[in-house]
């Protein structure tokens, strides 16, 4: 009898007909060896906090949940290895222990360390460096679609090891990951708003410029960019703001635009009511700036969303833009998003993220590939999947027009054409990889198969 396997915001739902919870490699080899007993395809899944049914399939699903095992940490070489299905905040607390942390600390603490290393995650604030968790993978052990075992790493097949960042579970099941760490960091973090419509681009060149990470969230017509700068300690207050950050953050937004979209049913009330609230959340910003900001521990960043109620809960999607493109892009979409809300009624209750990431070339689907990025996040949470998901179509559609990128697992709705739009060359040789390591497409599920592309055969060959 199949089991349901759902997403965090409840938006996916699978029902494999085999749902396994290996312990040991050897039970992933099984799965992988005995197409009889685990149809195909076979797919792995960590905490399921993606916004794309990537994960999903009909026939056999993998969860990593009990391989949940810290196997080192090293403190000489600065790094972590963990089996494939511990959380972000676990092995981020066992860091702690030892005054260490994650090169960048995401927000999403329960993504697992499997989906880490070969998914598109990533953070702005803390992307000092490299933005995407991935980069920093040094090491990738895993089960190979045939049932073998594989290992790449930057002294072992880097080209390898290049592919794997990017794989999203389309090659093999990773069991064993290996992440750069550093000594733990103290932040602080400025907030400074701006006006959308005064904003010039040598401001955005500016923040951007001066920043060591960099998010910015749109509230209304304002755009607050909150910038990280490194410090020696927190200071007294730190661990109070890090705890009001998070809790904030897990339950207050979402749950107040929640609240007001499922208690105000008349249109007029409820876009006066959740204007009221974005003004009460652009007076937070402007306190937090009056104030100087905040600060705390960078891996206090990460919040663990297994306590936060189905009210609280929020979904978003995710496209980046070249930088130098990025404003007029903002303000062409607060156009489409009015005139969206003109023309259906739904608009986004939450502010709108925007995340810096740098040029980064570790994974081949690396989105900052060939340039740094600024992104465009609508953030909602939602009472109602059907207009949500109707505005994520027509996002999509904004987005394509306007040159975004996509990522595999956090832009639902994503097609083939934005991926060869966006990923150009590197998406037919990522494609054609995946068939050559998977020529039985036992782990392809309908999700991937829809977007995978194939060149075309060049026709002076085929004549000539
Ligand atoms: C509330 C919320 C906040 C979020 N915040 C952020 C954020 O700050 N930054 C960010 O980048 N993302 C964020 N996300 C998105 C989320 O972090 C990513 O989608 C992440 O990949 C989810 O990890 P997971 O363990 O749930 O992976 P899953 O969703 O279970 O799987 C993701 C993909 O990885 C594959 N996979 C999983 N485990 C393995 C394995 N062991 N071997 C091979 N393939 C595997 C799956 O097949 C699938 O293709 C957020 C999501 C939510 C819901």
Redesign the pocket.
Known sequence: MSETFV???GSITASPRQLVRPESVEEIQAVLRDPARYPGPV??????????P??SSDGAM???AR?NRIVSIDPAAMTLTAQ??V??IEASRALREQGLQFMTN???G??????????????GLDGVEYG??SSYVTRIK?VTPAGELAEASESDNPALLRMMRS?????????E?TFRVKPIEAVHFTYHPRPVDELTQAEVDEYIDSSEGLVAWTVGRTVVFQQRHKIDKPGVLGSLQSALRRRLWNFGDAHVGHLVDELLRNQTLRDAVRGGVFDVTRFLYSTLHLFGGITLLAPDKT?D?RG?PASA????T?WAFPRGRWLEALRAYLDFADEHHKQTGFRCNMPCGA?RVHKDTHGILSYTHDQETFSIDPIHASTNDADWHRFLRAFNDFAHQRGGIP????SPFVERKHMEAAYGDRWFEFSDWVRKSDPAGR?L?E??AGLLSERKADPARVSG
Do not use: P
């Not at 792995?44 to 993606?50: L, T």
């Not at 329960?110 to 953070?123: I, P, Q, R």
């Not at 809960?313 to 978003?316: E, G, I, R, S």
């Open positions: 997403n965090y915001d797919r792995a899944v960590g905490s399921y906090h993606s916004l794309t990537c994960a993998i969860s990593t391989l494939g299905g959380q972000f995401i927000e999403i329960n993504m697992t360390l499997g989906s880490a290393a070969c998914c598109h995650t990533k953070d995407q968790v895993w794989s999203h579970g389309l090659c093999g099941v990773i069991y990951a919040i969303y936060t809960k929020y979904a978003f995710f995340y990522l595999l697992n956090q782990m599920n999700f991937f």
